[in-house]
């Protein structure tokens, strides 16, 4: 049962990792197809996405590492998730606030294609920030709304921070 979940928590940090870069490729070719620079309204977004996803591939890697020294708690690694918690939210208020300012200083800018790529960007890195800290966004599992894995941890964490 260990090897198999080892090799489980192995493919996810490494899909992830994997996601990240494919995701960070896209936004250049992205850019160099279109013959546009790559500018904040695609860099805003896509490096939210790239870090949220970069979490996750932290989260699993940590968990393999539980798997592999069970021993070693890394009681650090539950603090770090928590500030980054906070953190992404942060983050998420910087696309709005750029294309606010767009809107009113430079609305010639606005109305660009890279900000239809930037605002799908944008949503998908909010639908993988609920993924990873709060419910698990599977297909089947939409509307039991789940809890993930991470959320339940740092739940647990925070119970016992308190105590």
Avoid: H
Avoid at 61 to 75: A, C, F, G, K
Avoid at 136 to 150: A, H, M
């Amino acid at each position: 049962m260990t090897e198999k979940t080892k090799k489980e928590m192995n493919r996810l940090y490494m899909s992830e990792l994997i996601t990240a870069l494919v995701c960070g490729m896209l936004m250049y070719l992205l850019t160099d197809s279109t013959g546009q620079p790559l500018d904040l309204r695609l860099l805003i977004p896509g490096g939210v996405l790239i870090f949220i996803i970069l979490q996750s591939a932290g989260y699993w890697y940590y968990r393999y590492q539980l798997l592999d020294n069970p021993r070693n708690p890394m009681d650090w690694v539950m603090p770090v998730f928590a500030v980054l918690k906070k953190l992404d939210l942060a983050l998420f208020a910087l696309y709005p606030l750029y294309l606010l300012y767009l809107v009113i200083l430079k609305p010639e800018a606005f109305f660009m294609t890279m900000n239809i790529f930037g605002l799908i960007l944008y949503a998908f890195s909010m639908i993988e920030y609920y993924n990873y800290y709060y419910f698990s966004v599977q297909i089947g599992t939409i509307k039991k709304k789940v809890p993930s894995e991470l959320s339940l941890e740092l739940s647990q964490y925070e119970k016992t921070k308190l105590i």
